[in-house]
């Protein structure tokens, strides 16, 4: 079974940039579709981005300028950067895995994800 | 962008009746290759990450009990819940995977009467 988990630290200051990474087990991170996706508390769910393994990236062009999604398969790692991060960046950060296939269908496994606050 | 609207935004229904969710998209999801829509359903329980149920707009995910399923086609599609249980209490979503960015809808929070 699929499991991934996000760490990263929980406070960041504003203007700062904020920094998750994504550790999978029980597969390896090859030959599959990656994304990012973030849930203000209380809000519904706002994709952020994927990565290919072959490092390939699609943004959500909201965050685009900001957003750095990268992927080491030797650590079977994902990570995330945000810049420039202010109190509306506050959320809940998951990590989810699309099913396989040639392209970044639907989100099959998620991470329990990790809760970012933006705060001085 | 393809906007996803769900209806309604909340919904309260008795143990062992239907429970129906409606979601609208501002543009067609059905991908002509296959004929298949894009739409996927997720369940997120309180404290909990969101949880696949269904993909391709109907088909259910390994281990999701049969009385959850998915229709529609084209901007429009239903995920409909046949004999609520207590466990079902949660917020759902409907997402497109049509086109980036990939967008879900507000979510339906879903209550026992």
């Known amino acids: 079974q699929v499991q991934l988990q996000e760490s990263g630290p929980g406070l960041v200051k504003p203007s700062e940039t904020l920094s998750l990474t994504c550790t999978v087990s029980g597969d390896s991170i090859s030959s599959y579709y990656w994304s990012w996706i973030r849930q203000p508390p209380g809000k519904g769910l706002e994709w952020i981005g994927y990565?290919?393994?072959?490092?390939?990236?699609n943004y959500n062009p909201s965050l685009e300028s900001r957003v750095t999604i990268s992927i080491d398969t030797s650590k079977n790692q994902l990570s995330l950067k945000l810049s420039s991060v202010t109190a509306a960046d506050t959320a809940v950060y998951y990590c989810?895995?699309?099913?396989?296939?040639?392209?970044?269908?639907?989100?099959?496994?998620w991470g329990q994800g990790a809760l970012v606050t933006v705060s001085s | 962008d393809i906007v996803m609207t769900q209806s309604p935004d909340s919904l309260a229904v008795s143990l062992g009746e239907r429970a129906t969710i409606n979601c609208k998209s501002s543009r067609t999801v059905l991908y002509s290759s296959n004929n298949l829509n894009r739409i996927a359903w997720y369940r997120q329980r309180p404290g909990q990450p969101p949880k696949l149920l269904i993909y391709w707009a109907s088909t259910r995910e390994s281990g999701v009990p049969d009385r959850f399923s998915g229709s529609g086609s084209g901007t429009d599609f239903t995920l409909t819940i046949s004999s609520l249980q207590a466990e079902d209490v949660a917020v759902y979503y409907c997402q497109q995977y049509y086109s980036t960015p990939h967008t879900f809808g507000q979510g339906t929070k879903l209550e026992i009467k």
């Open positions: 990565i290919y393994t072959s490092g390939s990236t």
């Open positions: 989810a895995r699309h099913s396989d296939g040639w392209f970044p269908y639907w989100l099959q496994y």
